[in-house]
């Protein structure tokens, strides 16, 4: 997946690509995350003959007369609409067969809360994610339906990682642990990270007492007041 390629087409480039779980901004945020899910078309190629799949007739990956296909589920909302169909377009190039179900939102959470849940999915979202919030994505205390880490994923490596994180006793175990989760995630991907948007924050000049913070997207108006 070319991420830069999607900052730039769908962003105008206000982001970055996102190669790790949390964005760069994160005061925990380890670049180490970076060598890994780099863009590397043919090194993908390599990787999935080695696991035994081959083109068909029309390109899509076979293995054991199966078909690389499945479906991306993802609110039907403008954005996810287009990153769908550049992800649709970019797997198609691997040999992948994606087929896009776009779902208002109530469908969509009850499809991945499901006791099926879904072939795959993607979720945007707004809000800043430090890893406390991104372990609930993850860890396989909420591998189930109905809670949130919606790809069922259990890696020991992971739950380790966030054992560590939880119980981390000073700043320097913590800085660790945050490291460890950022590297075990980056590398085994429970979930795929694949950008993320500039917060934009503008205000008039005759609006005084407005301070944004990265972590606070709904803003504190307590001590704002406006002059003529």
Partial sequence: ???????????????????????????????????????????????????????????????????HAFGLTVQAESFNRDLASVLQASLAELGMEVTIEALDRGSYFARLNSEEGADSSLFYYLWPVPIDVFILFVDSATAMPGQSNWGRAKLPDVDAAIKAWKQAANAEELEAAGDQFQMVVAEQLPTIP?????????????????????????????DVWLSQ
């Fill in 1 to 67: 997946i070319d991420r830069q390629a999607i900052v730039t087409a769908l962003l105008s480039d206000l982001g970055g690509p996102l190669y790790g779980p949390i964005a760069p901004a994160d005061v925990f945020y380890t670049p180490a995350v970076e060598e890994f899910n780099q863009f590397d078309l043919e090194r993908a190629k390599t990787m999935v003959a080695e696991l035994g799949w081959t083109p068909g007739d029309d390109g899509i990956l076979t293995k054991n007369g199966v078909r």
């Fill in 194 to 222: 694949l950008v993320v948007r500039n917060s934009v924050w503008v205000s008039r000049p005759n609006v005084h007492g407005w301070l944004p913070h990265q972590y606070d997207i709904y803003p504190h108006y307590n």
